[in-house]
């Protein structure tokens, strides 16, 4: 199988539980819930994103032909220290290209596996920390994991079932929008009247990383 990657960079995880983390992400093309192009994006079952995971045209950008290509080049990238490598496979949907080969082909080199999916497609076995960020709209799968990633406000989403689902830890990230002060305001206070919800904000736009 060949894989599809926007960009593969080395960087510190921003977001979630996992924050601080120095991380290796594999952004894949492509997604489920919009097309990547602004003139989709009012139709898109997810309106918000703020990410470009359209084309393979990003700073290590590529179609790789097969695992051990993509597997070897997360590997160049954190370098030769072998100590606590982790990789980040994120979107778009990462869910659209990862398989069990790749999977394999981090983990024979050591690393440590972070996916961030939307949880319309389950999650295949083998990963060791997954993230699932809801959008309102969408049929989420995938209930279960480490880490639900809620982005708010989106008012319309189900909070009552999500708090039924099996995660480790539920998470409120104020959205990306032009009224962030708002979002932000909202997502504490959705947070102080939901105590089981922890806030986690965008760390790495604050310190000016990727």
Partial sequence: MSYAVKE???TLQGEGVQAGRRAVFVRF???NLWSGREADRAAAVCRFCDTD????????????SDAEALAASVAACWGPDEAERYAVLTG?????QIDSGLIDALHARGFAI???SN????????????????????EVVQRSGDELKLVWP???SDIAAMERWNFAHFLVQPMDCTDAAAARDAAIAFVMARPKWRLTTQAHKTLGLR
């Fill in 8 to 10: 593969l960079f080395l």
């Fill in 29 to 31: 093309a492509g997604c």
């Fill in 53 to 64: 995971f359209a084309g393979i045209d990003g700073d290590g950008g590529a179609r790789f």
């Fill in 92 to 96: 778009g949907e990462p869910m659209l």
């Fill in 114 to 116: 972070g996916v961030e």
């Fill in 119 to 138: 949880g319309t497609i389950p999650a295949i076995p083998g990963i060791d920390w997954l993230c699932v960020s809801p959008k309102e709209g969408s």
């Fill in 154 to 156: 989106q008012p319309d």
